[in-house]
T-cell receptor, first 116, second 111 residues
Framework: ETGVTQTPRHLVMGMTNKKSLKCEQH?????MYWYKQSAKKPLELMFVYSLEERVENNSVPSRFSPECPNSSHLFLHLHTLQPEDSALYLC???????????????FGEGSWLTVV | DAKTTQPNSMESNEEEPVHLPCNHS???????IHWYRQLPSQGPEYVIH???SNVNNRMASLAIAEDRKSSTLILHRATLRDAAVYYC????????????FGTGTRLTVIP
């Protein structure tokens, strides 16, 4: 138990569906992140939020839409995805945005997404 | 382009020490060296980090070369639960809010 909870753990969706991934952190952190992990590739940072404000968007397609209603919750809304978007989506949090090299990031267990 | 270089895989016998190497020849003077590991079907978890001096915690030890261009994660007695992918990480200077994970070292522990 890392203090970062992701739901659902597994999701299968069609290319025309709309679904959402949810993340909740119980650590009192101010920063939250979405990462994507595809097979045989390094983790890719998608979005960074600090105190509910998006501070980084790494050229992610608009079919991925993040939402951070408060500092404890983070959503990733999914719409008209492609099969190549199938991957493990990881949520993470840290005390502050990772500007300081000494910060530690805490990851959730991830949501396995399959687009059919 | 990778900021760190690690062997793709390593094996260790159970109960024996494991030394996982990492090269980071382009490290800047203020960058911490982080190690995370990812067990099967889980998200990465923090192991240890350091700047210049060697570090110890309950999970592992981190030995940092004097020139800081390489480091070694030391698991003192490998257990089957230590089988994972181990990532040596630097802060990604192209994005101040990111860690660059690379592809890591897959550690297999043999009973």
């Amino acid at each position: 138990e890392t203090g970062v909870t992701q739901t659902p753990r597994h999701l299968v969706m069609g290319m025309t569906n709309k679904k959402s991934l949810k993340c909740e952190q119980h650590l009192g952190h101010n920063a939250m992140y979405w990462y994507k992990q595809s097979a045989k590739k390094p983790l890719e940072l998608m979005f960074v939020y600090s105190l509910e404000e998006r501070v980084e968007n790494n050229s992610v397609p608009s079919r991925f839409s993040p939402e951070c209603p408060n500092s404890s919750h983070l959503f990733l809304h999914l719409h008209t995805l492609q099969p190549e978007d199938s991957a493990l989506y990881l949520c993470a949090s840290s005390p502050e945005v990772f500007m300081s090299s000494g910060n530690t990031i805490y990851f959730g267990e991830g949501s396995w997404l399959t687009v059919v | 382009d990778a900021k760190t270089t690690q062997p793709n895989s390593m094996e260790s016998n159970e109960e024996e020490p494991v030394h996982l190497p990492c090269n980071h020849s382009t490290i800047s003077g203020t960058d911490y060296i982080h190690w995370y590991r990812q067990l099967p079907s889980q998200g990465p978890e923090y192991v240890i980090h350091g700047l210049t001096s060697n570090v110890n915690n309950r999970m592992a030890s981190l030995a940092i070369a004097e020139d800081r261009k390489s480091s070694t994660l030391i698991l003192h007695r490998a257990t089957l639960r230590d089988a994972a992918v181990y990532y040596c990480i630097l802060r990604d200077l192209t994005g101040a809010n990111n860690l660059f994970f690379g592809t890591g070292t897959r550690l297999t522990v043999i009973p």
